[in-house]
């Protein structure tokens, strides 16, 4: 028996609740793919060596050497760095807030969607469990009313339906839960980088100002 025969038997044994269950996977694959790309091209980026760069322009009293880098890279910790050297630099108070103002208006729309990960990963397990109790629930009672010899072929058919149901909603389910784990570890990463910047960006044009 070919894959495709194969799934095809397992999906059909498996009664109505996979078609739900199929159609969760779908938006979960919609929004996964969606979230790697924007959280991919944000976390795009050497921070460290970008970090070194401007740190020495800035050190240098070349802001519009730093500001320059800072337009080449088109990513959180970018706008933060562009928002800092371009801020008021009178005091330091005015830098952070430059550097928070920025940071709360490019970091929120990273982690838009994960939280829908999470409970789609918790419906598909619900809708497998849904569909064991559904599937076991009707072979009991058809294995009530059949005849004795046909009691055993309804008894498989309901716990395959069952069996098939559990499956299904495991194989969406754990992979949803990795994934979300790991893009939420990609978003954090990505606010540790735009803490570091800011603070470090700051220090240095501290520095070059009190040099001056």
Do not use: C
Request: glycine share 8%; no cysteine.
């Amino acid at each position: 028996m070919s894959f495709v025969s194969t799934l095809s038997t397992f999906f059909r044994d498996g009664g109505p609740f996979m078609f739900v269950i199929l159609a969760v996977g779908v938006l979960v694959l919609g929004i996964s793919l969606e979230r790697i790309w924007v959280i991919g091209r944000a976390s795009a980026l050497d921070a460290g060596r970008f970090l070194r760069d401007v740190e020495q322009r800035v050190t240098q009293g070349d802001l519009q050497g730093a500001l320059q880098i800072a337009r080449q890279v088109q990513t959180p910790v970018g706008r933060v760095a562009q928002s800092v050297i371009t801020a008021d630099r009178s005091t330091d108070d005015r830098l952070m807030t430059a550097a928070e103002g920025t940071a709360s208006a490019v970091l929120p729309p990273l982690s838009r969607r994960l939280p829908f990960l999470a409970v789609l990963a918790n419906t598909a397990t619900l809708l497998g469990l849904l569909g064991t109790i559904f599937g076991l629930t009707t072979a009991f009672s058809a294995v009530g009313a059949a005849d004795p010899a046909q009691r055993s072929a309804f008894l498989a058919v309901g716990i395959s339906q069952a069996l098939n149901t559990t499956s299904l909603g495991l194989i969406v389910a754990i992979p949803t839960l990795l994934l979300h784990t790991f893009l939420v570890g990609r978003v954090e990463s990505i606010v540790d980088q735009v803490e570091e910047a800011s603070a470090r960006i700051i220090q240095a044009m501290t520095r070059a100002g009190r040099a001056a």
